[in-house]
C-alpha cells in the first residue's frame, strides 16, 4: 500500500518535473540553422536595431523574418566570400527564402501579437532574454502557459517605458514596483481582462 | 417483512431452504474451479469478445476521426454518448445499493444476491467511465479534468458540475472496486483451500491475501467491510445527483429543474434492480442456484423494483407538472414536443417500458415467476435507456431560437459504441462467472446459521 502510494507520488514528481524541464519546453537549448547567425555580434558588435530585421514587430503579429535581400544589404559588400554566407548567397541566387529553424514558436492555438506587447511596454528582452550576448539563438524562456499568465495575472513588474522597449540593458529605477503600476496607468492596462479565456485563445 | 411471518406461518418464510454449509459451498465454489457449462460459456464469451473488439474499433476510429463521425451536430451537441453515459452509470447504482446500503440495515436476503449486483456494478461503471473521456474533442487530455498543479497554471472550473462529476465518478469506481474485493477475499480464501491444481491454488490464494478466517481476521474484516459500505451508500446518491446536475444546471428548457438529481438517482437505482433481477434469474436457471436464489429473493427484488419505478414516475409526472406550472413558454413547448414532437417516441417508449409494463409487479404470482420478472426487467433496462435519449435529444434539438433548431440521427458509430459496451459489459460477466464465486458464500452460510437457530428455537418450544 505505502509502496504503491510511494510510486504514484514518485510517478507524479517525476512526470511534473520532466514537462518542465529543458528537454520538453526547449529552454536554452541552441537550435541548428542553416547559417550560424549571431545576434551578439549583429546586435552588441555592430549595434543593429531590432527592427531593422524583424521590420513588423511594431504592428503585426510576428515579428518577421528577415528576407534575403536584408541580409545582402551588408553581405553582398563584406564577407562576400565568405563559405558561411554561401546559402545566404544561394537563396538570393535561386530565389527561395532561407530556412530559419523557429526558436521562439507558440502553438497554433495561441493568438500571440508582437504590435500589443510592444505598444504596452514589454521590452524584447523580457522574453527573448539577451539576445546581444547569444552567439547562436536559444530560447530564454519556457513558453509554457504557466509563464505567460505569471505576466498577464501582474504585468507590472516586467513593464518599461515604450521607449525602452528594444534596449537591451534597460534597467527598472530603485522603486521598480511603483513605477510598474505607473506605466500600467499610463498604457491603460486593463490588468482584470488580461486572464480571458479569450485573450489568447480564439 | 417481518411480520409476514406471524400472519401466514404456511408461507415459505425462510430465505433459504435449510441445507447442509458444505452444499452451499460445493454448489458456489465448484463453479469456478469445475466450471459446469465450457462448451456454452465459450460460445457467450467468443460472441461477447466480437462485440468487444467492435466496442475496441469504434473507439480506434473515433480516435483518429474524431467526434465528427457520430451524429452530433449543431445544436445536438450530446447524443447518445451521453445518454448512454447516463444509462450505464444508473444501471451501476443498483448494485452498491443491494450490498451497502441493504448491509448496514442488516436485510439478511441480499447476502444470495449483492455478489453478482456488485459485479454488475462495477462493469457497469467501467462502461460508463469510458463515455466522458471518449466523448472530449481531444480525448488524451482528459487529465485536465482533474485538479493538479499543471504548466498552464489552471485549475479546473469547480464551480462546474463537469468537474464534479469527475470527482463522484472516480470515486464511485475505487470505492466499488475496493468494497467488491474487500467482500470476496473469505471467498476466494474458501476457493483457494477447495483448488486442486496448483494453478488455481496459486491464483486464488494471492488474491485471498492470505486469509486465514482467524478470529482477528474476521473482526477487521467486518470492521473494514462496514466502514466501506457506510462510505459507498452516499456515494450512490451523490454519483447521480452529479449527472443530473450535469442537465438541470444549464439553463435550457426541460432540463433546469430542482426535482432532477432526485428524480435520477431513482431511475438509477430502478434500472439497475432492472438489470440484477434479470441477472439473478438467468443465474440460477443456468447454475441451478434454485435454493440459494429463491423465489423470495425474487419476489423482494420485484417489490423493491416496483417501489423504485414508482418514485421515478412520480418524478415523471412532478418533471411534466413543473414545466406547466411554470408557465414558462419554452419549457411548456418542450414538454408537448415531448409528447407529440419528432422524438416522441423515444418519451412514449419510455412511458410504456418502464411504467405501463411493471404494473404487473403488483402480482404476487408475476413477481415469483422469473420468466415474466425478467421480461419486466429488459423492459424497465430498455425504457430507461428510451429515457436518457429523450432527455438529452429532445431539449437540444429545439434551441430557443427556431433558427438554431436542428436534428439528431445517430450514425453507425454511435451504435456501436452502445453495442460495444454491452459486449464489453457481457465480456466482463462471463469473465466473473467463470473465474470468481459469483454468490457469497459465507454471507449465505450466515443466514443458513441464523435460520438453524432459529429453527431448532422452534422445536425446542
Known sequence: MIAAAASVVGLLVVGGGVVRSDYMTRQDVVREQPVPFSHQHHVAGLGLDCRYCHTSVEESATAGFPPTHTCMTCHSQIWTDAPLLEPVRKSLATGTPLRWTWVNKLPQFVYFNHSIHVAKGVGCVTCHGRVDTMPLM????????????????????NLRPREAVFDMTWTPPADAEAFGKTLVERYHIDVGNLTHCYICHR | MADERSVNPQAPTETLPLQPYGSVSDQIAMIPLHYPLRRRWLIGLA????????????????????????GINSPVFWGLAIANYVWWIGLGNAGTLISALLLLLSQQWRNSLNRFAEAMTLFAVFCAAMFPIIHLGRPWFFYWLLPYPNVMALWPQFRSPLVWDVFANVIYLLVSIIFFYIGLIPDLATVRDKARGRLGQVFFGVLSLGWRGSAAH????RRTYRICAALAVPLVVSVHSGVAMLFSVGQLAGWQTTIFPPYFVMGAMFSGF???AMIAVVLRHTFRLDSLVTTRHLDLLAKVLLASGLITSYGYIMDAFTAWYSGDPFERSTLIDRFTGAYAWSYWSAVILNFVVLQGLWFEAVRRNPVLLFLIGASVTTGMWFERYMLVVTTLYHDFLPSSWGWYVATFWDWSLLAGTIGLFFFLFFLFVRFLPMISMFEVKEVLREERVEARNARSQ
Do not use: E, K
Open chain 1, 138 to 157: 536559444r530560447r530564454a524562456q519556457p513558453l509554457l502557459m504557466q509563464w505567460c499568465l505569471d505576466c498577464h495575472r501582474n504585468p507590472a513588474p
Open chain 2, 47 to 70: 460472441a461477447s469478445a466480437l462485440f468487444t473488439l467492435l466496442l475496441v474499433v469504434a473507439i480506434g476510429y473515433l480516435f483518429y476521426a474524431g467526434v465528427g463521425i457520430w
Open chain 2, 218 to 221: 474476521w473482526q477487521r474484516w
Open chain 2, 274 to 276: 432492472g438489470v440484477v
